[in-house]
């Protein structure tokens, strides 16, 4: 009877332990995700991103709002990528 009930506890422990360490595992490499995608988005907000601007069609307007137009379309090169 002893043996049964020692069993049964083994298997429950295994059980216990293999949760705790796969919650364990799971939480702490979304933690790494998450920071790790949150240094590379600091780190590529100091690049440039061009963008064209589809509401200034009339290259005059584009220049002198400090754009560049090209090939007939707006191009903003000083893009924020967090806006």
Not at 46 to 56: D, F, S
Request: glycine share 4%; net charge negative.
């Amino acid at each position: 009877m002893n043996y049964m009930r020692d069993r049964f506890w083994n298997l429950r422990q295994v059980i216990v332990h293999t949760t705790f360490l796969t919650i364990l595992l799971t939480s702490g490499g979304c933690t790494f995700y998450q920071a790790f995608s949150y240094l590379s988005a600091s780190s590529a907000s100091n690049y440039i991103h061009p963008t064209q601007l589809p509401w200034i069609s009339d290259k005059s307007l584009c220049e002198n709002t400090g754009r560049t137009w090209h090939e007939h379309q707006c191009w903003d090169y000083e893009h924020n990528s967090g806006f």
